[in-house]
């Protein structure tokens, strides 16, 4: 099922792999180090780059006023032709992780109730539960175990669409993460667990810290980076541009010819204009070497109707293509993605159930909404 | 869409203000929209039946028919339990009788323990106490350095033997710690824990063994203000494992209708001692639920804002300000001072968010720029004295000289030029009793003239407050911009024209 492309590596890679690990740098010499890191070059035995060079002088000699001399566009410098392989990377699910919302019986009378306490919001629990009797009536079903699958069904479609993997299929690399979110959602863990979990699928991770603000958050990426053996890029010093961060990741990432940076950013409450303009800033820096593939936006399952809020806000600003779920280990439920979902049709990419290194999933709509109705 | 619980409730009360009886339909109408704020705020679904069901008992009752105007007295009632439910007045630190007083921080992840531990220290500190810091979360990748650099920020030691990142026990950590502050006589202990989940037994069991090695004075709950339905079993879960004495809330600066506050306080029984409104070391202050009920119901915490105000403002500049106001005598130079001393006080947007009425602004303020008072500044420094003083001898060549020399267009000196004849015009109206209400203009556009008009208006009488139009409509509509009714006329301050 998780079937992405990444660039073609030999053997030889490993030894590259280790030496990676202690590779932290500062930003501000990143170039040099850069130039320095070993990479194996594997492309070299690839057709060279059609030089665009050849062309221009033509042009220039015989109108030398009328076009002035354009640089060619950066990705055309670029070496193209990279050759890509798909790798499957170890699936993770959700499994049981998904507290049920009912005890022994369920009960449609209860249920709109029951919807508000796991965070669905008034309206899209009035809905459900309205849905519910509905369809139940129609299709006379009454005992626990049908009702039970009633809602699952019914639920399991509210969220299920196609584009719910990852973006890490169209080639254009490196792929550039963003996560975004409030403060203490858990963007910094999340990415941590995800460049372990691409490492241990064989790609070449760069990470970015441009949560140049919080305390010691960077030191928590770099712990983060040590366990997924992959090198981060740091702030020159507390309180850097964290466009300039971004920047020099994503820099890093073409230079080592890694298959993915992921920039961290620091958290920020929605309603905060300034702090919200300067994502757009770090985005424009990252646009200028490279596509972003994915902006996730990283929700704590444990909040409430202000989810919305924040969702509307980053998605305004940031072009999210993403949610990230995290701390549903709790009692927290997380219905609030039902209303997400209704309301900004974005897809629910990855759920977080716990603080070690392994603990995320895949959202599946189905095993979510399987969670949800389980009989205890 | 309702900005936050306070636009909801307003709304839901103007239905009911022109009523002069009360049908049950009436409440009943009323306390279903209520209870759909209070659920869209998130507050928990029990809490808010025992909400709706205290006030239904009320509002039904004797009190409310018999009332003059039975719609305020139902507003008076939901502020009343409101109030209640947050914890009635605002509850101080328990210190030890012999130092050190140890608080033991706990809460989920990313509520903002170690944010708050900084901020705490800081503000003992400021107390003349002696805080010592305790880096007991050894569990989050560089918690331990995180609070090391609050303790080097705020210049509190930190007390961080282990390095923490999976390793050592926070348990022992703790001992230590006040082993350590008894030797070294530090007045306060704050110990940071790491952030567990409620269902999490092995963390909680964890957090009672830091609780019976440190014996705290306090154990304050840290809750993210915008938590939802949970907070109800996160709360219970902390009072029934490792217990709670105080709660502190999170985050209240973002746009949450902070619903959990009442949530978290319902559960616990504990008082809210403190919100934390910021990422700055500074934003953290007493909590007052008298003024978050109010603050709630949309009359404005104007009590905070006084007393932000009474720090910063000096108090002989503020009368010298005020009879200049009234001689006519203000000039760009006192509007420079205005808004320099309006800068001390603290952010703008926050200043002004604490307005009666500012809810319905709230946009306008996020889009607020603070870099706009920075470019006032330049253009008014580029001024001569004369100038400055006798803001009519700017003509244009004037005008394109202080463009240059401040970096700004002619334009924009123009409209500082407007901008301040319009703040002196209003500030004048107020300084002789009236209100500043001129068509077209808001506090946010106004800059400087904010604080210095609600100085200059507190020193007055309040008879005249309102639009003095002749024309009702108009005075009406007037009245109405201002966050005010028409009824309300003669009692201003109050939002909902309540006799206290």
């Given amino acids: 099922m998780f079937k992405f492309l990444k660039r073609l590596r030999g053997e030889k890679d490993t030894p590259v792999e280790a030496q990676a690990v202690e590779q932290e740098v500062v930003a501000e010499t990143v170039f040099e180090v850069a130039v320095d890191a070993p990479v194996v070059e594997e492309h070299t035995q690839l057709e060279p780059v059609a030089e665009p060079v050849a062309v221009t002088p033509t042009v220039v000699k015989q109108a030398p006023i009328a076009v002035p001399v354009e640089e060619p566009p950066v990705a055309e410098k670029a070496p193209a032709p990279v050759e890509l392989e798909a790798v499957e990377l170890p699936k993770r699910s959700l499994g049981s992780g998904v507290r049920s919302l009912f005890g022994d019986v369920v009960d449609v009378d209860e249920l709109e109730d029951i919807l508000i306490l796991a965070d669905f919001g008034v309206e899209t629990a009035e809905e459900i539960a309205a849905q519910v009797k509905k369809e139940a009536s129609r299709q006379g079903a009454t005992t626990d175990a049908e009702l039970r699958l009633l809602l699952k069904d019914l639920l399991t479609e509210r969220l299920e669409r196609k584009d719910s993997s990852l973006n890490l299929e169209d080639g254009k690399l490196p792929y550039v993460f963003l996560a975004v979110g409030v403060n203490g959602a858990g963007k910094t863990t999340t990415i941590g667990k995800l460049a372990r979990w691409l490492k241990d699928g064989q790609w070449e991770v760069v990470l970015g810290a441009a949560d140049t603000y919080r305390a010691a958050a960077v030191d928590q990426l770099a712990t983060w980076a040590e366990r997924a053996e992959s090198p981060i890029i740091r702030p020159a010093k507390e309180g850097a541009d964290p466009a300039a961060v971004a920047y020099q990741t994503v820099e890093m990432a073409i230079n080592t010819e890694a298959d993915i940076a992921i920039i961290d950013t620091a958290g920020r409450l929605q309603n905060k204009k300034d702090l919200m303009d300067e994502l757009g800033k770090i985005r424009r820096a990252v646009e200028k070497q490279a596509k972003i593939s994915e902006v996730l936006l990283v929700i704590d399952a444990t909040n409430g109707q202000n989810a919305m809020s924040q969702a509307k806000a980053f998605t305004e600003v940031a072009d999210v293509t993403g949610i990230v779920m995290t701390k549903l280990d709790g009692t927290a439920k997380g219905g609030i993605l039902y209303a997400l979902q209704k309301e900004l049709n974005l897809p629910i990419k990855l759920v977080g159930v716990g603080e070690q290194i392994n603990d995320f999933a895949f959202f599946s709509p189905e095993e979510f909404a399987k969670g949800l109705v389980a009989k205890k | ?500």
């Fill in chain 2, 1 to 500: 869409m309702f900005g936050n619980l306070s636009d909801r409730l307003s709304d839901t009360f103007k239905n009911l203000r022109g009523k002069g009886r009360l049908s049950a339909s009436d409440i009943d109408a009323t306390l279903r929209d209520i209870r759909r704020a209070l659920l869209e705020a998130d507050v928990a679904l029990e809490v808010v039946k025992d909400f709706i069901g205290a006030i239904r008992e009320r509002a039904l009752g004797d009190e409310v028919s018999k009332a003059l105007n039975p719609a305020q007295q139902v507003v008076q009632i939901v502020n009343e339990e409101l109030t209640q439910i947050l914890g009635g007045e605002s509850k101080q630190l328990r210190f030890a009788k012999s130092p050190p007083t140890v608080i033991m921080l706990a809460g989920l992840q990313g509520s903002g323990k170690t944010t708050l531990a900084g901020k705490l220290a800081k503000w003992l500190k400021e107390q003349n106490q002696t805080p010592l810091l305790v880096a007991a979360d050894l569990q989050r990748p560089n918690a331990v350095t995180q609070l090391e650099v609050l303790g080097e920020r705020t210049g509190v030691t930190v007390f961080a033997p282990e390095p923490g990142n999976g390793t050592g026990n926070p348990v022992e950590v703790a001992k230590q710690a006040i082993a350590h502050a008894k030797k070294a006589q530090f007045s306060v202990v704050i110990v940071d824990t790491a952030g567990r989940l409620g269902v999490d037994e092995e963390m909680m069991q964890q957090a009672i063994g830091i609780r019976d090695a440190v014996g705290p004075d306090e154990i304050l709950f840290v809750v993210d203000s915008m938590l939802g339905q949970d907070a109800v079993n996160v709360a219970k879960a902390f009072k029934d494992g490792v217990g709670v004495t105080g709660v502190v809330l999170t985050k209240l600066d973002g746009d949450s209708r902070g619903g959990a506050a009442l949530s978290v306080a319902n559960v616990t029984g504990a008082p809210i001692l403190f919100s934390s409104t910021g990422e700055g070391l500074d934003a953290f202050e007493t909590f007052h639920p008298e003024r978050m009920a109010g603050r709630i119901l949309d009359m404005g915490d104007v009590v905070s804002l006084i007393e932000q105000a009474q720090k910063t403002f000096d108090e002989e500049e503020s009368k010298k300000l005020a009879d200049k106001i009234a001689s006519d005598s203000f000039t760009l130079q006192d509007f420079l001072e205005q808004m320099q001393q309006l800068r001390k006080m603290g952010n703008m947007k926050s200043i002004l968010g604490m307005m009666p009425g500012a809810g319905k602004m709230k946009k306008q303020l996020e889009d607020f720029d603070e870099s706009e008072i920075a470019r006032t500044e330049a253009i008014i420094f580029s001024m001569t004295p004369v100038e400055r003083n006798m803001p009519k001898v700017l003509n244009g060549s004037r005008r394109q000289r202080i463009a240059r020399g401040s970096g700004t267009t002619v334009t924009e000196v123009n409209q500082l030029i407007i901008r301040f004849e319009q703040a002196a015009k209003v500030m004048k109206t107020m300084a002789k009793g009236g209100m500043p209400n001129i068509p077209g203009t808001n506090p946010v556009q106004m800059g400087g003239a904010v604080g210095g008009g609600y100085i200059g208006g507190k020193k007055k009488d309040n008879k005249k407050k309102g639009s003095k139009s002749g024309n009702p409509a108009k005075r009406a509509a007037e009245n109405k911009g201002l966050g005010y009714s028409a009824a309300t006329e003669t009692k201003p301050g109050n939002a909902f024209g309540l006799e206290k």
